[in-house]
């Protein structure tokens, strides 16, 4: 019989028995909602609960964004993702030369408070979640969600919902970085402490695992996910703030593919990682402080150009595995992911496959229906000491932090990347409609692609032009001079950008200011 | 004995997604070229410069972004001001509906994600021996100034030597 393994590379036997469950079981589980939280974070889960729905949209200009929100709703979604086109992560406006052809590609575009008023109109702030994939310029995005807020006469102790403001995935994976590491780790818990003082049901962060999408195992990934999260704790403690105040709003975002019980596993292992981090490491007594709570997505690099209706069979997979590891809140892919941004049917059938999960399948009806299984626990096991292991050697190092400073993990998750693709074209691992039962006379063709025109940065840039024509100029100028003087000092910076967010100043205008006080990050050499 | 052929990967555009990028690099550098590999966000100006001063064979740009006929436009533009005749790949997330129109801007071949490493590393290879061959006729021995006279000419025979696909 040959050696089957996990995509961690953990050997996974023909057969499991009783006698592979640990002696201690009924330890290592706890009961749903309490430690360890192997089974679950909360104790009825689903039957409580059921996970958010929440996809990822945004394209364009704030209205096309308005209009496809809309329409989510409409057709069941219960939260909203915003994608943001790049010149607004990297804090560039829409009439910038560095923004020329990329404005509303990846996700709308937002220069002003003008836009996200927009792209929020008609839809009542006290009444949705709403999910930011932000993060260099997450102090920008939350003060212009908060004013907007404001301005629809919602208090901002009353929004919810979540900036990503993880920085250190961007220096090890995602590339979205600005500022240097140091200054921005301190925008990361500005926003923290902010969130915590003034914004109490905002999730100030969410540590993400873009690291799988760039080539990491299912370990690995965990691994510097969990080492993200611990980086973060260690800065939020040396800033002097409690841990039982800021670790309960600390929130995790996942990759999920189709290595079903490798992910599910990958999901139970990781709980109980981070509750006996948070409790033994950081004494955090309250269970909130010890709680893994987590987003998903189902799709990203296990999604394939190739034959791209499959995509749907991958995306329902995955979100199986994630119904059946107990996460939160999911976004499944749509099929044409590997091309563009989603059709508005491609947008609506990956909504629908969550909803046959959770409504046509019993694996909602009851909290972590595998528990128990001789080879899911066992399982569990191995991803946990694997996991452990890894973060072992990256705590050896000096910490996530350094570990990104050195480019160590940025080298391993390229050496992993590549091996893979060997694996891919030698036939090692087997994709269907890839590299085996493939029909490439079908490929030479594409699916229906959303089209982003060219007419809509044009019409953006005037935006932004007449929004910096008709504002206060005196006031935008003095609350750029505020923010910029308050970069010099320790103080948080987010109460003088949420002051010059007010006064309609622009991402460009106030990352530059940044930028002239911070710097730029300079990557290590690859 | 013939030079290593001297390839420049480059990510052009805001995006910063350069799992493919690395992974063609690692494969071009384990198939014996030497790689130039330029990190994220550098501008068509900076790629164009770089591949002037390395006197680099072959320009292999990735972009996911969909930016790519705003990319591809501008650094066609700024190697016919330089007179540089250096063929330019491209890999990332491209329609096939938009090839031809990269083709037409000047690109010598565009590469989606059902392209193999071997598949690249040949076309590159080709492309790079073809480069160099235009070269040693036109300037032999000298390195660094690669501007031709005429463009046109050298990025046809690099097309015709290309058979990888």
């Known amino acids: 019989m040959t050696k089957k393994t996990t995509r961690s590379g953990i050997e996974i036997k023909p057969l499991y028995t009783a006698a592979d469950l640990a002696p201690d079981l009924d330890a290592r589980l706890g009961a749903p909602g309490e430690y360890p939280f192997a089974r679950g974070i909360y104790p009825t889960m689903y039957r409580g609960k059921l996970w958010t729905m929440r996809q990822y949209a945004g394209f364009g200009t704030p209205r096309e964004t308005n209009e496809r929100f ?132 905002f999730n100030p962060i969410s540590i993400a695992s873009h690291y799988r999408d760039a080539g990491a195992n299912p370990v690995e990934e965990a691994a510097y996910t969990l080492s993200a999260g611990v980086a973060y704790a260690r800065a939020c403690v040396d800033r002097g ?55 998903c997505v189902c799709g990203g690099h296990s999604l394939t150009k190739q034959e791209p209706l499959n995509n749907i069979a991958r995306t329902t997979i995955e979100t199986m595995a994630v119904a059946l590891g107990g996460l939160q809140s999911v976004f499944t892919a749509a099929y044409d992911e590997a091309y563009a941004i989603p059709t508005e049917l491609a947008a609506k059938t990956a909504l629908r496959v969550q ?18 299984s001789y080879f899911v626990e066992a399982l569990t096991d191995e991803m946990e000491r694997a996991i452990r292991g890894v973060m072992d050697e990256i705590d050896r190092r000096g910490g996530m932090v350094e570990c990104l400073r050195s480019g160590w993990v940025q080298r391993k998750i390229g050496e992993r990347a590549y091996e893979w693709q060997r694996k891919l074209e030698s036939g090692e691992v087997v994709i269907p409609g890839v590299n085996r ?50 970069a010099r000092s320790t103080d948080n910076l987010m109460p003088p950008v949420v002051e010059a967010v007010r006064a309609y100043a622009t991402v460009g205008e106030i990352t530059g200011v940044l930028r002239r006080v911070f710097g730029t990050y300079v990557p290590p050499v690859f | 004995m013939a030079r290593r052929p001297r390839i420049l990967v480059g990510k052009p555009g805001l995006d ?113 021996a073809a480069a160099s061959e235009g070269e040693e006729i036109r300037d032999p021995g000298a390195r660094g100034s690669r501007a031709t006279r005429s463009g046109e000419p050298e990025r046809a025979k690099a097309d015709n030597k290309g058979g990888a696909k």
Not at chain 1, 143 to 161: F, L, W
């Open chain 1, 437 to 486: 039962f493939a029909s490439p006379e079908e490929n030479q063709h594409d699916v229906e692609v959303h089209r982003v025109p060219l007419e809509l940065e044009r019409a953006q840039v005037e935006r932004v032009r007449k929004v910096r024509a008709e504002r206060d100029a005196a006031r935008t100028a003095a609350a750029l001079e505020r923010l910029s003087a308050a």
């Open chain 1, 355 to 372: 909803q046959i999960v959770a409504y046509e399948t019993d694996v909602a009806a009851t909290v972590d229906p595998l528990a128990g």
């Open chain 1, 241 to 295: 703030l409690a841990v039982d105040a800021f670790a309960p709003r600390l929130s995790f975002f996942w990759y999920t593919y189709t290595n079903f019980f490798e992910e599910i596993a990958k999901y139970r292992a990781a709980r109980r990682i981070w509750a006996a981090t948070m409790r033994d490491r950081f004494g955090a007594d309250r269970a909130d402080s010890q709680r893994l709570r987590s987003a």
């Open chain 2, 16 to 128: 910063g997604h350069d799992r493919g990028a690395k992974v063609i690099a690692s494969a071009l550098r384990d198939a014996g070229m030497e790689v130039i590999y330029t990190g994220l966000r550098v501008s068509p100006e900076a790629i164009v410069a770089t591949a002037a001063q390395e006197s680099v064979d072959v320009i292999g740009l990735s972009i996911l972004s969909g930016a790519h006929e705003t990319i591809c436009a501008r650094i066609a533009a700024l190697l016919r001001e330089r007179e540089l005749d250096i063929p330019v790949v491209v890999g990332g997330v491209i329609p096939h509906a938009d090839v031809p129109r990269l083709k037409e801007l000047g690109v010598a071949d565009v590469f989606g994600q059902e392209a193999t490493l071997p598949q690249i590393v040949s076309r590159v290879r080709d492309l790079a």
């Open chain 1, 70 to 201: 809309r329409y989510l709703l409409a057709e069941g979604q219960t939260g909203l993702s915003v994608a943001l086109d790049l010149p607004t992560q990297l804090g560039y406006d829409s009439d910038a030369p560095d923004a020329a052809g990329e404005v509303g590609r990846v996700g709308v575009a937002i220069d002003s408070l003008a836009d996200m008023e927009e792209i929020f109109a008609g839809i009542p702030l006290d009444q949705v979640t709403t999910s930011f994939t932000i993060n260099a310029t997450a102090p920008i995005l939350l003060a212009m969600y908060q004013a907007t807020a404001e301005k629809q006469g919602v208090a901002p102790e009353r929004i919810a919902g979540t900036v990503q403001n993880d920085l250190l995935k961007e220096f090890g994976s995602r590339g979205a970085w600005v500022f240097p590491i140091d200054p921005s780790l301190r925008l990361c818990v500005d926003v923290i402490q902010y969130c915590t003082d003034k914004l109490p049901r």
